[in-house]
């Protein structure tokens, strides 16, 4: 008796040390079970309770009359299937007649605290088909994405996801995007994890950083274009127009429109392009929008309306030249001068990290999801890396980016130089960076007279 009473003071020891110390370890090894059987044995009370019941159809409640029996319960949505994770639950739920999708996310705040769920969030699957995702535990305050993460072409992994499952950003669904913050608010992170991820893809990346090249040169090896002032900017930005007009004239080549030639092979944009003949993409990242767009002199504002006239026209025209545009800034509104907002209409994926006053997360999300600027604004600052991310549909989410160092994102870059392109009508615009030196190469004088380091 002693030993059976010993044994489970330790394993309740142990499993409350592990929901303080390691939540994800407790989940997996006691929180999934006790959640499971919680659940199931909750469903039917907690949907009475939260009014997510419909009253049994009028044959039943009729012969239940003629029987003389008791009248049959309300009904709960079916459970179409229950699914553990290594972050939580799902469950998807067929509705009831009667029933809306809107009821259930109008409920998730009740079925998470009656379930006894870190979070709930809730989405349409289909007509008459919901699922709910329940984490068991705060995914956000440690972020690890997970290993066996997919990969596809131009679409990464760079954050997670409150309900547990990986945002990606996939730009051939949405092309170009707006990244918004205040300092240190995790910005220049995501746009590291972000250049990371696409180094190993076969793209072509091009900089555009006026902080003098504080925040991309570092990762110059992997970019087959920079930019560090305005001026060089706005040639690179012609450069790219350049480009683009040269990859219609290949695709309108390449169209082959005739009476036999089969609707797949119709060419549209570069991926209906034969692979031998596909123009590599472009992903153009702008590291602070707001440089690019102030000025103090007549000439600069040419310069300037010269800027913003070119990433409108690639913004509105370089998705089929497979041109995609990753701006960012900390504030990205009408005060920049015109032709911005027409510019912001153009970037359908938006993501604002913690912002310093409502009006910035409304230049963000005003237009698109009014619901998503409420909930930038209550983005805590002891939280860097954490954001909102919606896009035109209207749909938002909250998610945070992995912490990854500098040296991370620059060993990254160096490890796949190699699969830098190089344009021609770029390489006026390449980096001009010393060959990596790798430890073979090093004279063995030099690690000789290297004092050791702890």
């Not at 029987?67 to 049959?72: E, S």
């Not at 319960?73 to 299937?81: D, H, S, T, W, Y």
Request: overall charge positive; proline content about 6%; charged content about 20%.
């Amino acid at each position: 008796m002693r030993w059976l009473i010993a044994s489970v003071v330790l394993v309740v020891a142990l499993a409350v040390l592990l929901r303080w110390r390691r939540p994800a370890w407790y989940w997996l090894s006691f929180g999934v079970t006790l959640a499971t059987v919680r659940v199931l044995v909750r469903y039917r009370t907690v949907m009475d309770a939260c009014g997510l019941t419909v009253p049994p159809p009028r044959w039943r409640l009729a012969i239940a009359r003629m029987a003389n029996r008791p009248a049959p319960e309300p009904r709960a949505p079916r459970i179409l299937r229950f699914r553990p994770t290594r972050t939580g639950l799902v469950l998807r739920l067929g509705l009831r007649p009667g029933q809306d999708a809107f009821d259930v996310a109008a409920s998730c705040d009740r079925l998470r605290h009656s379930f006894g769920m870190y979070g709930v969030t809730s989405r349409e699957i289909r007509s008459g088909v919901v699922e709910l995702r329940m984490t068991g535990y705060d995914v956000l305050k440690l972020v690890r994405l997970p290993a066996n993460v997919k990969r596809t072409t131009m679409r990464v992994p760079v954050a997670l996801r409150e309900d547990g499952a990986v945002h990606y950003r996939d730009y051939r669904t949405s092309p170009h995007a707006l990244t918004i913050g205040a300092t240190k608010s995790g910005k220049s992170v995501y746009q590291r994890n972000l250049v990371a991820e696409l180094a190993a893809q076969q793209v072509v990346l091009v900089g555009i950083d006026c902080k003098q090249g504080v925040e991309l040169f570092p990762l110059a090896r992997r970019f087959s274009a920079l930019a560090d002032n305005p001026d060089t900017a706005a040639d690179l930005l012609d450069a790219l127009i350049a480009h683009m007009e040269g990859v219609y004239q290949l695709i309108r080549t390449e169209q082959r429109i005739t009476a036999d030639t089969p609707d797949a092979e119709i060419a549209a944009d570069i991926w209906d392009l034969p692979d031998h003949l596909r123009p590599v993409p472009i992903v153009v990242l702008v590291d602070e929008v707001a440089e690019l767009a102030l000025f103090t002199t007549k000439d600069e504002e040419k310069r300037r309306d010269r800027i913003i006239t070119a990433l409108a026209r690639l913004a509105q025209l370089g998705r089929a030249a497979g041109i995609y545009l990753e701006i960012c800034g900390q504030r990205f509104g009408s005060e920049l001068g015109k032709g911005i907002t027409m510019l912001r209409a153009q970037l359908g994926v938006r993501t604002a990290h913690r912002v310093n006053d409502e009006t910035s997360a409304n230049m963000a999300f005003g237009d698109i999801a009014p619901d998503a600027a409420l909930a930038t604004v209550q983005i805590p600052v002891e939280y860097p890396g954490l954001a909102i991310t919606g896009d035109a549909s209207g749909g938002w989410s909250r998610i945070r980016t992995p912490h990854i160092s500098l040296r991370t994102a620059v060993n990254a870059c160096n490890k796949y130089a190699h699969l830098a392109p190089d344009l021609p009508g770029l390489a006026a615009f390449r980096p001009a960076v010393e060959p990596s030196v790798t430890m073979a190469e090093i004279p063995a004088s030099a690690l000789a007279d290297t004092p050791a380091t702890a």
